[in-house]
């Protein structure tokens, strides 16, 4: 057998993709409330005042605030074991700098837990999934600001004491990278800005914004390092992991330059985990920062401590893809552009131009299990599709399926060459809103929600193909891929 007896499958999923609810219980604004919809080729808008005339998809998303019981029951008759969620940090604390939560929040998510257990069903839950209160942002200039390090553990350590009894894998910020390499800006940083489009990972960025990327990519690795620590002492049982956007990056042709420039970029994978994992920032750190044009990172007496106090449990990340680099120009125009890099002529992509690569998986589980040394966990891929629905509300996502199969193969083989693999949670499990388009079209899920892009539907829930062939993987522990 190769996956392990106590394997952890499941599905994964994001409050402000998919909880709705977002003016109930309480609840207060997320940066992410006032973030309009988009599509493939229009971006998503960033708006102060949040207007009618717009739509924004987290308002309703897919309404589990209503519906958790029924979208639970579904997960439990896949057989998961675990279940990705994450904390709206404005149901708890609304505005984000108060000293007390909101109570009707904590009863939520408390009964959110308990409807899990009930099936024996971990929850592993993201304290902070590209999710800032609102105010924080406006009032303290979100995570430039280092304010924000003791409004985080304050949230924290309210959660850690409410929950101890009811979760036990945690993970203190979803793709930390993201940060570093420009869609956090918005996003995951909550740096204050006018209203504007979301950046894409193709823009090229000013000084000014490196540094403020870089800046605030601190204030998060010591808010999760003092997290850990915290953690730790209320529930020395609690496993507290990092998770990082995970992507292979493979040079473009073997000419040294394409070699040494795709090692490069394969930071973006260890940067944060060198500092999360190993506890303190890499040895190439000082000439990328000159390099990037001199950014400086402001640090505090004590900082270098608590990195190395506040190492991470185990090491999650996300994978959909991987991706080609080359210093040629001429090159790249040729090849064309996709996602952050190159496009692969050996590859295919999903119609949003994601390179569709099961080995990479195999691939970067051996590179990072290799550097690192400690439990991995894929908490994130998938296939983002758009899903025709026909007569009898039945879903024949086969594609999906060819996807999945040829991921779980991959992470076989990395088992077998003896990586230590925890688990594996394929995002959206249920579909729900993309982050990067703000669609509904493009869908994830083992569970279709009746709903398009506008907003129209039910929102009920069918079973596609694919969940009941999930349902089969995980009974079989991974042996049954048919
Ligand atoms: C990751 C995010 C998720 C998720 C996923 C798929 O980067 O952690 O929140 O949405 O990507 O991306 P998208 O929704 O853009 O297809």
């Known amino acids: 057998m190769s996956f392990p007896k106590n394997f ?31 599509t493939v080729s229009t971006p998503r808008y960033f708006t102060n005042v949040i207007s009618s005339e717009n739509n924004y998809p987290s308002h309703e998303a897919i309404d589990f605030y209503h519906r958790y019981k029924e979208d639970i029951a579904l997960f439990a008759e896949m057989g998961f074991k675990v279940f990705r969620l994450s904390l709206n940090w404005t149901r708890i604390f609304p505005k984000g700098d108060e000293d007390k939560p909101n109570q009707k929040g904590l009863d939520f998510y408390r ?50 004491k409410e929950y101890k009894d009811l979760v036990t894998y945690w993970l203190t910020f979803n793709e930390i990278n993201c940060m570093v390499m420009g869609v956090g800006d918005i996003l995951s940083g909550g740096i204050p800005s006018e209203d504007s489009p979301l950046q894409d990972f193709n823009s090229v960025a000013t000084k000014e914004q490196k540094q403020n990327r870089f800046q605030a990519t601190h204030h998060q690795f010591v808010a999760s390092a003092k997290a850990v620590v915290l953690g730790h002492e209320i529930n020395p049982e609690f496993k507290i992991g990092c998770m990082v956007a995970g992507g292979a990056i493979y040079p473009y042709t073997c000419n040294p330059e394409d070699v040494v420039l795709a090692q490069q970029e394969m930071r973006m994978n260890y940067f944060c985990g060198d500092v999360q994992v190993r506890g303190e920032y890499p040895y190439y750190t000082k000439r990328m920062l000159e390099e990037m044009g001199g950014i400086s990172i402001d640090m505090e007496d004590g900082d270098v401590e608590v990195l190395k106090q506040g190492t991470v449990d185990f090491y999650s990340f996300s994978y959909y893809m991987s991706t080609c680099t080359t210093a040629d120009e001429e090159a790249k125009k040729a090849s064309g552009n996709v996602i952050m890099g190159v496009k692969n002529p050996y590859l295919k992509a999903s119609d949003w131009g994601w390179q569709i690569d099961p080995k990479g998986l195999r691939y970067l589980l051996n590179e990072l299990y290799g550097r690192y040394q400690i439990p991995m966990m894929v908490v994130e891929n998938g296939l983002g599709a758009v899903d025709v629905v026909e007569a009898g509300n039945v879903i024949h996502d086969s594609y999906r399926i060819d996807y999945l199969r040829e991921h779980i193969k991959q992470m076989e083989e990395a088992i077998k060459d003896g990586v230590d693999l925890m688990g594996f949670t394929p995002w959206g499990c249920i579909d729900l809103v993309s982050i990067s388009t703000g669609e509904m079209k493009k869908r ?26 999930y349902k089969k993987v995980i009974a079989s522990n991974g042996k049954d891929l048919d």
């Open 8 to 38: 952890l499958w499941g599905g994964a999923t994001a409050a402000n993709q998919f909880e709705g609810g977002w003016n109930e219980g309480g609840k207060g604004e997320s940066v992410c409330d006032h973030i309009t919809a988009g």
């Open 111 to 160: 009964a959110v837990f308990e409807e899990c257990k009930k099936y024996g069903m971990e929850p592993l839950v993201t304290i902070s999934h590209y999710e800032i209160p609102y105010h924080l942002m406006k009032q303290y200039g979100g995570w430039l600001s280092r304010d924000c390090i003791d409004f985080y553990l304050n949230f924290c350590e309210t959660v850690f």
């Open 444 to 469: 994830y899920g083992f569970i279709y929600v009746d709903k398009d892009n506008e907003g129209n539907g039910s929102l009920d829930r069918w079973r596609k193909d694919s969940f009941y062939w």
